[in-house]
């Protein structure tokens, strides 16, 4: 191999391509520097636009029969569609119904309509919309509202409408009247499959806002006012639904390119500082320990009981929450509510109790760990992901206690499915909801997963029937007090916490938690009727 | 170049894909119908409805009947319906394709052409400092897994200095077009695309300048020399262009594999693409679109080797003689 | 093809580094427990805690030693990346060897299934899989080992053919030596440095991936992984804590991919004779 020893004169261009490709990359650079310069002033001055973050994103497309089967999927779809009452900060309000009136010999409502509404495609709005509303969910129910409730719609007039009850509901405007949407007769009347239903047609609602744009990929809605909405047009002309990463908002927020958003509880003052407003949501929601009754030795009601004593709720709050949340009430109904039982049981933290209890139900210590005639027993607790830390701290106190625990968490289906197959000790979920007690009947001997599914109380059963039955609220929140009590007395499952919950917003638009939450309970502080008024900031 | 070799390998492979799809399914435990519909949702749903939508889905006929459906649909190509999207599943898949491609060819250009201009300079200046810190440098850069590279990008311009956006691919609803629409896809093009270039160009960068150190050993480099030739000209189109063949190749096999390479950045910039729509997709137990995916990303490794065969013959001579 | 390891070893600085780093993370795996100073799941109500002289990290958002993680995760992903490679390593040497000296239609059918493996995109399958069935570890690492062998079976395929042709190879054939005889007597010997650097590399893999997974949250969250402290960092990062939280894992895991990359570079550079001038340092 030659050996080159001398070297040949350069010559003299010399274009050295790697200060080339530095040069690319610098102009490249400067170009990107230049785009956030220039990306800033893309809106044009005379529109109030609102943009609201969002970590999911895509909730479905916001027609009734089509948004995702989850909060804010619903609340997408009523910023276009209205129901005949609806509510704002404190109550009820009349919605598509000026006035209503409640007929007891006939358990029917008369809801008396306004006249100058209009769909969004400038179609009269009268009763035979909402007779054909609650005539179509008997055939094609909406997802949100148990269509058995009302039994039929007539049309009285023009602008009148009764419905009939199948029973005596009391929850009725919670459930009934302030969460199912009314759809227009003349768009609705053909279709057969309104879960496929996605034409530009199925957004035309007589809300307050037209859907202009949404973006599944991008997860993303943008709504433009309507201008002829019976109550004016609103004052913000452009909503946006924008997707971001939840650990992303506040940075979003502070940075102004989104105007509202979740916000977790460690930046508050960091948000307030930067000019935001914080709002904290009510109690509505609760974290909780299912626990399986129909299993030795878990049956015994006195052995649940054991359990509470043996978890200190405060602690956990303390210690897995980082303080951002209640201790969990065993009635289940937050403290903050009207509806709280002040005398229901406590179980306040006492491992030595819990130890005594086990001790008299015939348990043994040996080892630290209880055992039953020498034979070791360990109890199962299974969580999904997202209750991690919670798991390890249940399980931490519990063994604490003397009882041994296996942990694991599992994919949301797995859990899901043991739990309805029964086939596990404990596990731990969350619900929301806990604004109207309807809830209990659904979490106490309803048939979902999330229920404790408990029918062995006689006197809770007919408790339960009784306080949806009872039109006379002053009864019905006794009802619901000695639910309370007893309920706390089986524990079929044990409340864990109460978490709390915030939101930050610019302050352009006064956001308000609901009253009760927005439809049947939704927890999110996006009413329609804020964007009414807008403030420039 | 194309053989039935390669053909009943292409078909092998998606035989493998297809089985694979429809045998998972049979282990599913519990119903999908409960991961769909979230906690909240099925405290508010009727019996009624319930049932209605378990036989929409046909979530309870036996598994043969639905994976004839799903073979016989496949060929009129109908990848199955999304539960979760309420769309069909090609149309979600293809929906996000172009932002991986996007995200794919601008790295797999810049990281390539980079790589192979700085293997170049660097093999041509062996072992001289700037080859040697050029070599260690890439090769650290190398270790840091693509996602940890680009969580620290994210932190570092989008959260402590916003400079970059934090997700996305455009700014929604910016009412951009032209040229400012063009600019937005760059800007929040650039941090992912960073962090990828960041790992990837030691690839290329490695390859070629091995392959130069080779080249440049060879007689007719010499003659070049000899013959009066710049080193710049030596550089590129003697040298440069032998050492091609290996990173090009390179590339060609790193194209189908970029297509999920890019997954985890996708994740950590939350970007559109069909890395991002995977993961949805495993949170929300979207089974059709999961295979889906599969299957698509398959048929495209599939392409791009295929057009890697190709080139390979257009680039170096002597193969396609030798077929 | 003999090399002497050690040799190559003296001669290059990184792989002195890679296995000096390799030697630590080693360590800190086995000893774990007596290196930190507390459990690594112990939760205190001391959440966000800076770095001081009772955690040397801080903690994180519930209170945990973030220290005692980091050296808890050593563990996770040697384990992960060991165990993984190593059983791919065993595959890949059985299916070369097997089919190289087999050969005829046994070698033709599973070439074209190997091939058609090296093809298929192994993120979406774990994903896919995962999807129907939550990994706990060794699942991962029986998944990780199936869906990685491939790439080596090829390498070594190629090598035994033409280690076959070798003058030894055929007397001992004449003489009647078996196929297994030969392929534990004389082929695996030969192979040995192959072996090796496929192994590195398989560890490198396997670790890459079992830090990816555990970030996207497809592994068993309640198995300590720096992934998993990745992610719950990041999850945090509107918060400064990312620098003491987010920052060792990734970097500890980074280190421990260039250590085994130097060492497998070094490894490569021995075997291939033109290019050992031109390995690092």
Not at chain 1, 37 to 50: F, N, R
Not at chain 2, 31 to 57: C, H, N, S, W
Request: glycine letters at 8%; a negative charge.
């Amino acid at each position: 191999m030659f050996q080159v020893r001398y070297k040949i004169p350069r010559l003299k261009t010399r274009i050295s391509p790697l200060k080339v490709s530095l040069a690319l990359l610098t102009l490249a650079l400067a170009c990107c520097l230049l785009v956030t310069a220039c990306s800033k002033t893309g809106q044009p001055l005379e529109l109030v636009s609102y943009t609201i973050a969002d970590d999911t994103g895509d909730w479905g497309y916001p027609s009734p029969y089509t948004h995702y089967a989850r909060g804010p999927g619903y609340i997408r779809m009523s910023f276009l569609f209205d129901t005949l009452v609806w509510k704002d900060a404190s109550e009820f309000v009349p919605a598509l119904a000026k006035e209503w009136e409640y007929i007891s010999a006939d358990n029917a409502y008369i809801f008396k309509l306004r006249g100058d509404v209009t769909w969004h495609d400038g179609v009269e709005f009268t009763a035979e919309d909402v007779v054909f509303t609650f005539n179509y969910t008997k055939e094609h129910p909406f997802q949100w509202v148990d269509s058995s409730i009302v039994e039929s719609a007539e049309v009285l007039d023009k602008y009148t409408v009764k419905l009939y009850l199948s029973k005596p509901y009391a929850p009725f405007f919670q459930d009934v009247a302030g969460t199912q949407p009314i759809i227009p007769k003349h768009i609705w009347q053909d279709v057969e499959e309104p879960e496929k239903f996605i034409a530009k047609e199925a957004v035309i609602g007589t809300g307050p806002y037209k859907l202009a744009d949404y973006s599944k990929e991008h997860g993303s809605y943008l709504y433009k006012a309507y201008s002829d909405y019976y109550l004016g047009k609103p004052a913000v002309d452009e909503l946006k639904f924008v997707k971001i990463s939840k650990e992303m908002i506040p940075a979003a927020l502070k940075g102004g390119s989104m105007d509202a958003g979740d916000t977790p509880p460690e930046v508050i003052s960091e948000m307030e500082e930067a000019g935001l407003t914080v709002i904290t949501a009510p109690y509505a929601w609760n974290a909780k320990l299912t626990i399986n009754h129909q299993k030795e030795p878990l049956s015994s009601k006195q052995f649940r009981q054991a359990l509470a004593y043996a978890i200190d709720r405060e602690a956990l709050v303390q210690i897995t929450q980082r303080g951002h949340a209640m201790a969990g009430s065993p009635g289940m109904i937050p403290p903050t509510s009207d509806w709280y039982n002040p005398d229901t049981p406590q179980y306040e933290y006492d491992p030595a109790k819990a130890q005594r209890v086990l001790e008299e139900l015939g348990y043994g210590l040996e080892n630290g760990y209880f055992t039953k005639d020498s034979t070791e027993f360990v109890l199962e607790l299974v969580t999904t992901a997202r209750f991690k830390e919670v798991g390890q701290f249940v399980k931490q106190q519990l063994e604490a206690a003397g009882i041994k625990i296996d942990f694991r968490t599992m994919e949301d289906k797995t859990v899901d499915a043991k739990v309805l197959a029964w086939q596990f000790d404990l596990a731990i979920y969350g619900h929301g909801g806990l604004h109207e007690p309807s809830i209990l009947n659904k979490m106490i001997t309803g048939e979902g997963f999330n229920s404790a599914r408990y029918h062995a109380d006689e006197t809770l059963n007919e408790l339960l029937e009784n306080q949806l039955t009872e039109m006379d609220r002053g009864e019905r929140v006794n009802i619901v007090r000695q639910i309370q009590e007893v309920y706390a007395e089986d524990l079929p499952s044990l409340t864990l916490y109460y978490p709390n919950w915030y939101w930050a917003h610019d302050g352009s638009v006064e956001l308000f938690y609901t009253n009760d939450g927005i439809a049947f309970g939704i927890p999110i502080p996006l009413n329609k009727l804020a964007f009414m008024e807008y403030k420039a900031m | 170049m194309f053989s039935i070799r390669n053909l009943a390998l292409y078909l092998i492979a998606m035989f493998i894909i297809l089985a694979l799809n429809f045998l998972l399914p049979r282990m599913m435990p519990g119903d999908p119908l409960m991961a769909i519909y979230g906690e909240e949702a099925l405290v508010q749903m009727t019996p009624a409805l319930k049932a209605e939508l378990v036989e929409r889905f046909a979530l309870d006929q036996p598994w043969w009947q639905q994976f004839a459906a799903y073979l016989s649909t496949l060929f009129t190509g109908d990848l199955g319906y999304s539960y979760y999207h309420n769309a069909p599943a090609l149309e979600v898949i293809l929906g996000r394709l172009p932002w991986t491609l996007l995200l794919v060819g601008t790295t797999l250009i810049i990281s390539t052409f980079g790589g192979i201009i700085l293997g170049i300079e660097s093999g041509w200046r062996r072992s001289s400092l700037q080859d040697k810190s050029l070599l260690t440098g890439l090769m650290v850069l190398g270790g840091f897994p693509d996602f940890f590279l680009g969580i620290l990008l994210l932190i570092g311009f989008g959260v402590t200095w916003a400079i970059f956006p934090l997700s996305g691919a455009i700014t929604p609803y910016s009412g951009f077009t032209g040229a400012a629409l063009v600019l937005d896809v760059l800007h929040h093009l650039f941090l992912p695309v960073t962090a990828l270039i960041l790992c990837h160009v030691g690839v290329s960068y490695l390859l070629t300048r091995n392959t130069m150190v080779t080249v440049l050993k060879e007689p007719y480099m010499l003659t070049a020399r000899a013959k009066g030739l710049s080193n710049l000209v030596m550089r590129y189109r003697h040298a440069g262009r032998n050492a091609l063949l290996p990173v090009i190749t390179r590339t060609g096999i790193q194209l189908g594999r970029m297509i999920t390479g890019v997954l985890f950045v996708e994740i950590v910039f939350a970007y559109p693409g069909l890395g991002y729509l995977t993961y949805e997709a495993l949170l929300t137990r979207d089974y059709p679109v999961l295979q889906g995916v599969l299957l698509i990303v398959a048929v495209f490794v599939l392409i791009a080797n295929f057009l890697v065969d190709l080139s390979y013959s257009k680039i170096d001579p002597r193969i396609r003689y030798a077929h | 093809m003999h090399i002497s390891i050690r040799e190559e070893v003296k001669q290059h600085n990184s792989a002195k580094f890679g296995i000096a780093i390799l030697l630590l993370m080693l360590t800190i795996a086995l000893f774990a427990p007596l290196l930190a100073s507390y459990p690594p799941n112990m939760q205190t109500p001391f959440a966000f805690e800076p770095p001081s002289f009772s955690h040397w990290l801080g903690t994180n958002h519930v209170g945990q030693d973030i220290l005692s993680q980091l050296l808890y995760g050593a563990r996770t992903s040697l384990l992960v990346g060991f165990s993984a490679a190593l059983l791919a390593t065993i595959l890949s040497a059985t299916i070369g060897t097997s089919t190289a000296l087999i050969g005829g239609l046994y070698d033709r059918i599973t070439m074209r299934i190997v091939d058609a493996f090296i093809i298929i995109p192994v993120i979406v399958i774990i994903i896919l899989v995962a999807a129907y069935v939550k990994p706990s570890l060794w699942v991962l690492i029986l998944l990780l080992s199936l869906l990685g062998w491939q790439g080596g079976a090829r390498i070594i395929r190629a090598q035994t053919l033409s280690l076959k042709e070798m003058g030894h190879i055929s007397a001992a054939q004449s003489f009647g030596a078996s196929n297994a005889y030969l392929t534990f007597h004389h082929i695996l010997p030969d192979l040995g440095p192959i072996l090796l650097v496929e192994f590195i590399y398989g560890i490198r893999r396997a670790i890459f991936m079992e830090a990816g997974l555990a970030f996207l949250g497809i592994t068993d969250p309640t198995i300590i992984s720096w992934g998993v402290m990745m992610r719950e960092a990041l999850d945090f990062c509107y918060l400064d804590v990312w620098q003491w939280w987010l920052l060792p894992p990734g970097i500890a895991l980074s280190l421990t991919i260039l250590s085994v990359t130097f060492i497998g570079h070094t490894l490569e550079g021995a075997l291939d004779p033109r290019l050992e001038s031109e390995a690092i340092a």
